[in-house]
């Protein structure tokens, strides 16, 4: 290889070599700049996101505090039910005993 082609060579892959960053330049710039629009959009939807987020856990706690009053009224409607199914049995015996009483009343 004479002087005339190394030189032709060289300047061959120089040539390359600048056209491949030249070209890589411009898809970083195309596919990495991000419009003023877009960082707005992004902006809005991270308030929305963050507004959503402070709804969602409203409404966990709204539920967690609806769910401890039911099952507190649930408790006390329970322990009513009891103490009305006692009475009632209470009542079912002393009116079984108030009939046999009469019974042995009329028999006597």
Do not use: P
């Not at 600048?18 to 710039?29: E, K, P």
């Not at 099952?71 to 006390?76: K, M, W, Y």
């Not at 329970?78 to 042995?104: K, V």
């Amino acid at each position: 290889m004479n002087r005339t082609e190394f030189i032709a060579a060289t300047a061959a892959i120089l040539f390359v070599s600048f056209c491949l960053g030249w070209f890589a330049h411009w898809l970083i710039h195309r596919f990495g700049k991000v419009r003023h629009g877009d960082v707005d959009e992004l902006e809005r939807m991270g308030r929305e996101l963050h507004e959503a987020e402070e709804t969602r856990d409203q409404a966990i706690t709204y539920l967690q505090q609806r769910e401890a009053e039911l099952t507190n009224q649930l408790a006390q409607t329970e322990a009513e039910l009891s103490a009305a199914m006692e009475g009632l049995r209470e009542a079912r015996a002393e009116a079984e005993h108030m009939r046999d009483y009469i019974e042995r009343q009329r028999e006597a």
